[in-house]
């Protein structure tokens, strides 16, 4: 049958609009990279090389000579780090590590990272990444969480090693330095000058399964100590390669990587990528706002990373006439914010933003491909299609108060609608690679904490991820806040992420950490803010902003004005210590601001006084 002109015409709009509405093109670019990255990891399963330095040693095995890092100005070759990693395995195997066995890692953003890293797993073991950042009981209790016997070092962390030597050496480790000259009484350098670099032998990685773990990777602890996250090869083989095919990497790609390799945004969202197709990594020993773009124009970057507040400290440098002046296609990462991410991407030029959500011990991921202003700071995207071939991300009814899923009269959670904020949880199939959920290393409380059961039928089981999200009716999720930073204030809820975000555009707010505080006497938590300001701040005209903008239950009751952010190692703003010295003058050291009436006063002892004996009004 012969379609007349006029009605084949008139189809073409009409298929775009439905097409649009279900929004099949991105739907249909998510499929496919999915296929293609589930392809790819069966291939790995039938050929038997399922460990991560499997991917490594193809792009070795193709373009051995080829630019593989570059550190401060020096260049390595896929050889030279193939080489240097087989000496860390067989100084390994000298030393009596096993197939099995874990080996800590404490060191900074160097090739030996990536060295000893490769090393160690290619001797079938496993690397305990751990933050360089931690001293004190926070590094002693990563320390034995690992249950590993030997620690890595880098020279320049031997300080903190020295300030729990006693306890870590009680753990029974035995302590080895490597990446520089300095010398420790307590550790013996790695001496690899006498270690062949001649292939580790083959046997010890074979028949490497989905669920055999490649790192511990602990989380930032912002919500206390860290807990180690089992970071299997079937995550390290199979995201990456999903994200390499979804934001369009090549061997022609230079990425640029600032963030700590002991995380697994920069060690697996950054180094593992770039072994999936042979793309060049420019390593940076730490991000510095200063010197980023610098670093980025010299190495000719194509590729940046970001995360947590990373993109609001370089918009808050001063503005050059070579903010735009970089080779920079895509900038990939997570957590930046939607008051920040139309300001970045108009003042540095940056084509395509691939905001991802995924977590080091979740099920599930999802990225938001982004080149304009529809979908401007959604962390996600999921389209009809799209939800109907994966129905595993479903955001729930939660429950503040008690931080507990609403379940309806039958006992199953309850799906919100479109738009409405709940917990997001991803399903855990043990048969699936990427959704099997591997816990917590010693912390089997932490890890069943984590798991909701019988959340839809008899049986099934969903990572609790701890984020509050919603989703929109076209698809995009929008990050709301973490489990426990909502709460209750005049019987409403408030959300520290929503009141950051209004309180950041005020443009004397350099940086915002929105939280609640309890008052004795008081029913919920009253909001207070960290502001870290310009010293043109005028704190009237910013209550009346805040007024302005926010219902009244949402504006801050208290402002603590401090000189700088405490951050994580990952660039995630630290809450804790903030909520647990709460609004009392004397345990907190800053100067600190209440709201009195429509005007932030100057609050000491005798307004705290006022306060907790309930003749302020609030």
């Not at 001496?191 to 490649?214: C, F, K, Q």
């Not at 996250?229 to 095919?245: D, I, N, Q």
């Not at 008081?522 to 302005?548: C, E, N, P, Q």
Request: charged share 20%.
């Amino acid at each position: 049958m012969v379609v007349p002109l006029p009605i084949a015409v008139a189809a073409v709009p009409a298929a775009m609009y439905v097409g649009s509405k279900l929004s099949l093109p991105q739907d249909l670019r998510l499929i496919r990279c999915m296929v293609a990255a589930k392809l790819a990891y069966k291939n790995m399963e039938k050929n038997d090389t399922i460990n991560l330095t499997y991917r490594f040693e193809e792009c070795f095995r193709k373009n051995p000579d080829r630019e593989a890092l570059v550190f401060e100005g020096k260049s390595y070759t896929y050889r030279d780090i193939q080489l240097a990693s087989n000496k860390v395995g067989n100084w390994l195997l000298a030393k009596g590590i096993k197939r099995g066995d874990i080996v800590s890692l404490f060191m900074l953003n160097k090739p030996e990272f990536i060295f000893c890293w490769l090393g160690i797993n290619k001797i079938g073991a496993t690397a305990a990444f751990i933050n360089t950042n931690l001293t004190g009981k926070p590094l002693t209790h990563s320390l034995r969480t690992a249950t590993s016997s030997m620690l890595l070092m880098d020279t320049e962390l031997g300080g903190s090693v020295g300030d729990s030597l006693e306890e870590i050496q009680q753990m029974g480790y035995s302590i080895y330095s490597y990446g520089g000259p300095e010398m420790f009484d307590f550790a013996s350098p790695m001496d690899l000058s006498v270690v062949s670099d001649a292939n580790t032998p083959e046997h010890l990685r074979r028949n490497t399964t989905a669920g055999d773990i490649a790192m511990l990777i602990y989380t930032s602890g912002t919500t206390g100590l860290p807990k180690a996250g089992r970071f299997a090869h079937s995550r390290a083989a199979g995201g990456p390669m999903f994200w390499s095919k979804y934001y369009h990497f090549d061997d022609n790609d230079r990425i640029y990587v600032a963030l700590p390799l002991y995380h697994s945004a920069g060690s697996v969202l950054g180094v593992v990528l770039s072994w999936m197709s042979g793309a060049t990594v420019i390593l940076a020993r730490k991000f510095s706002a200063t010197h980023f773009w610098d670093d980025v124009r010299t190495n000719r970057a194509t590729v940046i990373q970001y995360i947590g507040e990373i993109c609001r400290y370089l918009l808050n440098t001063p503005e050059s006439p070579l903010d735009k002046a970089h080779s920079v296609r895509l900038a990939h990462g997570n957590g930046m914010r939607p008051d920040v991410w139309t300001r970045f991407r108009d003042r540095f030029g940056i084509p395509l933003i691939g905001e991802w959500y995924a977590s080091t011990e979740g099920t599930s991921a999802m990225a938001n491909y982004n080149t304009g202003p529809q979908g401007a700071g959604a962390i996600g995207f999921r389209g009809t299609l799209a939800n109907i071939l994966d129905k595993g991300l479903k955001i729930v009814k939660f429950d503040i108060q008690t931080e507990e899923l609403v379940r309806d009269k039958n006992g199953w959670c309850i799906q919100c609608a479109p738009g409405e904020p709940g917990e997001l949880l991803t399903l855990i199939d043990p048969a699936e690679p990427t959704k099997s959920f591997r816990g917590y290393h010693e912390n089997e409380s932490a890890s069943n904490k984590k798991v909701a059961k019988n959340v839809f039928k008899a049986g099934d089981q969903y990572f609790r991820t701890g984020d509050i999200l919603r989703q929109d009716s076209d698809g995009y999720f929008y990050f709301g806040d973490r489990v426990g930073d909502t709460f209750r204030w005049k019987s409403e809820n408030v959300s520290t992420a929503e009141v950051s975000e209004v309180l950041s555009s005020y443009p004397d707010c350099i940086e915002v950490n929105v939280y609640g505080v309890q008052i004795p006497g008081h029913d919920g938590r009253a909001g207070m803010a960290a502001i870290v300001s310009k010293s043109t701040m005028d704190w009237d005209k910013f209550a009346t902003y805040a007024l302005k903008n926010l219902p009244r239950y949402s504006v801050p009751i208290f402002i603590r004005k401090v000189p700088e952010m405490e951050i994580t190692g990952t660039f995630k703003q630290r809450k804790v210590e903030l909520v647990n010295e709460g609004m009392d003058p004397s345990q907190v050291s800053d100067e600190m601001l209440w709201l009195d009436g429509h005007s932030y006063r100057s609050f000491k002892a005798a307004e705290h006084q006022r306060v907790v004996s309930g003749k302020a009004k609030l």
